[in-house]
């Protein structure tokens, strides 16, 4: 379904991202792992069309993505969770979800969306009048990952979705991408959470200084001893 190929991206004359590879298949959940600084965060903006590539090829469902806007990238199927959520504090939390109808379909399918979303998250629609700025930093993300499913997409590109959340609500938000994956949406997930984000894949990348210096099955990375003392602060 989506296929980075040789990527490189770059801010001014500092390249952020090398060279860097990765898939992800029809209904296939992947996870990006690696440090704060690593390029995580460029890796899924490039791919959602908001940085744009210096060099590489960026395809979804055999569509060449890499010199489109972000707005059609969008169209085409693929949503993003941004890190850090970026919501407008001053809407409403339906205000803020109805943002993500904007394409034609979307608005079509808008009450079956808010359903969705509302049995997901049911506190949001006890609050749904209510300013997105005062909900917990937990209630935001919900917020942020049903604004992204309101444009009902294929592939879902979650950035950091457990940063900054108490331990039980990031359970609940992986218990929803866990959901959705098997609910039949791709998932690309990076995430420095290491341990939780190979809990959910089927497969995984490790990106450290903007390569990718490693890929297989979680249960193959876990293996690796160097990945173990890095990540996991095991021996």
């Known amino acids: 379904m989506l296929e980075v190929e040789r990527l490189q991206v770059a801010y001014g004359d500092a390249i952020a991202l090398w060279d860097v590879s990765l898939t992800v298949g029809e209904q296939e959940l992947v996870s990006v792992v690696g440090p704060n600084g690593s390029g995580k965060t460029t890796l899924v903006n ?57 394409t034609p379909a979307a608005r079509v399918a808008r009450d079956a969306s808010l359903e969705r979303v509302y049995g997901m998250f049911p506190v949001l629609q006890a609050r749904r009048r209510q300013a997105a700025g005062t909900l917990s930093g937990g209630e935001q993300q919900m917020v942020a990952i049903g604004r992204a499913l309101m444009v009902r997409p294929r592939l879902l590109l979650l950035d950091e979705p457990s940063l900054g959340l108490a331990p039980a609500v ?40 903007g390569r990718i210096t490693s890929s297989g099955a979680p249960t193959t990375l876990l293996a690796e001893p160097e990945l173990r003392r890095t990540y996991l602060g095991a021996e």
């Open 170 to 209: 990031v359970d609940r938000v992986f218990e929803v991408v866990d959901a959705l994956h098997r609910a039949g949406t791709a998932v690309l997930l990076v995430e420095q959470n290491v341990g939780r984000a190979l809990a959910v894949a089927s497969r995984a990348y490790v990106l450290a200084e």
């Open 46 to 102: 490039a791919i959602a069309g908001l940085l744009p590539a210096r060099e590489g090829r960026l395809r979804f469902a055999g569509e060449d993505l890499t010199r489109l806007p972000a707005h059609t990238i969008s169209s085409r199927g693929i949503a993003i969770v941004p890190e850090g959520r970026r919501l407008f504090g001053g809407m409403t939390v339906e205000e803020n979800l109805e943002i993500g109808c904007y």
